[in-house]
């Protein structure tokens, strides 16, 4: 172990000394802002596919509009208003780096925004022409595929389609004003033109959106998403957890967004439209009709479960498929000026056979049941250069209420104090909600946070975050009423070329003893801290993370982590290697992993051993590049890994990402 250590370290150093590359912050942020935070993971996918969108399709900064920069999450509205208050006084922006004279972004920031960022024209054309549309739009053929180099129990006996997980994806877009794209998706295990699948890939994702003509504000066709208020009644996009309510989203309004996404379950399919109705009220509607997987009931007419997994590789698996019809029918009426915004929200589905849970046992007393759920909320946002107030307060047709309701003060251009307040009743239901929670949904939770997040000075910055919640009524392994402590710490310091982050969570939640016979306090503590180093050819990351749970039982884990890039002309490199040493499960540490363009990778590490990267890309000529990735995890603590249909009789595995992206 000490000399793993002393490696790890020797090399840190060695990296220090040589590192002579910048940088472009896409990754690094989101490394970031994933830190510690595990529970969010499972939405990092979606995220970061909207961010390399938008990086493909950069917003002009002389013509941006507040509705623009809300895409990125990682402004606030201070910075927001200050940057549409610096173009408007000193349009046209020659150049990006006029935005160093904006107070409140800091260095990694303004990094950042450059790759979202273009110097256009200052001319807003609300009118275009679809030929001048189509004739400006730029189309992208990509195609991926991963290759294992192992076999798994369900390859052998028990999956009905081959081993290889592989995708193709189409898109024209015309950055502000239309996106279009066709995409086909097949997991690993998953038949291909064979069984049920007999059109070949196993999921389609068909979408049109135009956006900015005329009073249309966004017009959506295909499969599409929608998010309505803070997300109380219905969000298909990307939800705010902790880690993204310290970075500054905090939006509150409707949108609409292509599903441009691999997920066969978080979308609409159909139609959705705003629409300026005049220049303060915004109207928006949508209309969906989609399979949806489920669990039949033994009368098969009815539904125990609403999958969302996607898989359908074994029979039991594909059996669930396109089991019941979802309609939905709703939209929103929005009152908006400079400072205040107010909204009516309304959302109605059914679905061709009723949800009838097994209720028997008492955590799932509440769940959604029936064939018809019928939701309305009243949402609202103010906001000037100081404050920001926001918040939503829906019910379904049973009159339960759930509300959230937030606050940001900011002193001055350093220090800003948020508060947030959020109260669901056990008996509130939406079979769509999506908003901030520590439960698994948006039901059964009372609680209260607060966050402060002060700018020490340029390139210094330190974040406080405590949040308390309450659960009235059993859940999932608490059969009583029960409570939950999270706080976190975060500093981050910028100099020059070196960038140090330092992160650490103490949670504590109530569990049921093993003999059920009472709660007993779970205590986890995690943290780790990060050293990014750039220059004009070489980057790197050196990682320290750890994990240490105690239940009664207690358990340590560590994660020793090194990534290398190198860029140089139409060649890109990244080389990681990461040693990780954990008790069990419990203590399992998340790491962020650079992937194929539109997806991230992040590999869950528990157990002894160690887990090595080749990343590469070339560009073969301005519109042909090769995308390529090799990933091998070993393991000293175990003969085999996973276990089911996905046991791997070996201590090691190994894979293959490739990818080929064609634009023209």
């Known amino acids: 172990m000490k000399r793993i250590v002393y490696a790890f370290l020797m090399l840190s150093c060695v990296v220090a000394i040589h590192a002579q590359s910048g940088d472009d912050g896409f990754d690094q942020v989101l490394d970031e802002m994933t830190g510690i935070d595990e529970e969010d993971v499972p939405q990092w996918d979606q995220w970061y596919e909207e961010l390399a969108s938008l990086a493909i399709d950069r917003i002009n900064i002389n013509t941006a509009t507040r509705e623009d920069l809300e895409q990125l999450p990682f402004l606030n509205d201070r910075q927001i208003e200050e940057i549409c208050e610096y173009v408007y006084r000193h349009a046209p922006l020659r150049s990006l780096g006029e935005l160093s004279m904006i107070e409140s972004l800091d260095y990694n920031e303004r990094i950042l925004l450059s790759r979202f960022l273009e110097i256009g024209k200052t001319t807003k054309d609300f009118r275009p022409t679809i030929r001048q549309i189509l004739k400006d739009a730029t189309n992208e053929l990509t195609m991926t595929a991963k290759i294992p180099f192992y076999r798994r129990e369900g390859d052998k006996n028990g999956y009905l389609g081959y081993p290889y997980r592989h ?219 100081f404050l920001s107030l926001s918040g939503e307060l829906a019910t379904n047709k049973e009159w339960a209420i759930a509300s959230i309701n937030t606050l940001a003060f900011r002193f001055n251009s350093h220090l800003e104090l948020k508060t947030l307040y959020r109260f669901y009743s056990y008996q509130y239901t939406s079979l769509h909600a999506n908003s901030y929670r520590v439960n698994s949904k948006t039901q059964n939770e009372n609680g209260a946070m607060a966050s402060v997040n002060w700018r020490i000075r340029s390139g210094m910055q330190l974040q406080l975050m405590a949040d308390y919640s309450y659960f009235p009524w059993p859940k999932y392994m608490v059969s009583a009423p029960s409570h939950s402590w999270d706080s976190r710490l975060s500093f981050t310091c910028q100099h020059r070329k070196y960038r140090w982050v330092a992160q650490y969570r103490l949670r504590n939640k109530q569990r049921d003893n093993q003999d059920k016979t009472g709660l007993v306090n779970q205590i986890e503590h995690k943290g780790g801290a990060s050293m990014y180093l750039s220059g004009s050819k070489w980057t790197s990351k050196s990682q320290v993370s750890f994990s240490y749970v105690n239940a009664g039982t207690k358990s340590f884990g560590y994660l020793l982590s090194q990534s290398l890039n190198y860029n140089y002309k139409k060649l890109s490199i990244q080389a990681m290697f990461n040693y990780f040493h954990t008790d069990d499960y419990s203590t399992r540490i998340y790491l962020y992993e650079r992937d194929m363009q539109y997806a991230c990778s992040f590999p869950t590490f528990f157990g002894h051993g160690i887990h090595y990267a080749l990343w590469g890309r070339y560009n073969l000529s301005s519109s042909l590049r090769v995308t390529a990735k090799l990933g091998v995890t070993s393991y000293s603590d175990r003969s085999h890994i996973s276990e089911n249909e996905q046991k791997i009789d070996s201590s090691s595995k190994s894979d293959l990402d490739l990818q080929v992206s064609w634009r023209f």
């Not at 969000?235 to 989203?249: C, M, R, V």
């Not at 059914?350 to 939701?375: A, W």
Request: charged share 20%; proline share 3%; net charge positive.
């Open 167 to 385: 995708s193709i994806r189409f898109t024209s877009h015309n950055n502000k004003h239309f996106k279009a794209g066709l995409i086909g998706a097949q997991d690993a295990g998953e038949p291909f033109f064979a069984n049920r699948n007999k059109m070949g890939y196993d999921f389609y994702s068909f979408y049109l959106l135009l956006k900015n003509i005329g009073r249309i504000k966004a017009l959506a066709a295909g499969k599409y998403r929608v998010k309505l208020g803070m997300g109380l009644i219905l969000n298909k996009g990307f939800s705010i957890g902790n880690t993204t309510w310290l970075s500054g989203n905090e939006r509150n309004g409707s949108d609409i967004h292509q599903h441009s996404s691999l997920s066969s379950s978080n979308y609409m399919q159909g139609m959705a439209a705003t629409v300026r109705l005049s220049r303060h009220i915004d109207l928006t509607s949508f209309l969906s009709c989609r399979p949806i997987d489920a669990t039949a009931n033994a009368d098969s007419q009815s539904i125990a479960t609403i999958l969302s997994t996607g898989y359908h590789r074994t029979p039991v698996e594909m059996s669930h498929k396109h089991q019941a019809f979802e309609s939905m029918i709703g939209g929103s009426l929005t009152y908006h000026n400079k400072y205040v915004s107010v909204g009516y929200n309304m959302l109605y589905n059914t679905l061709s056979k009723p949800v009838k849970p097994d209720k028997t046992q008492p955590f799932r007393k509440y769940y959604p049941e029936g064939k018809e759920f019928v939701n309305a909320s009243i949402s609202y946002n103010y906001r000037n250069s």
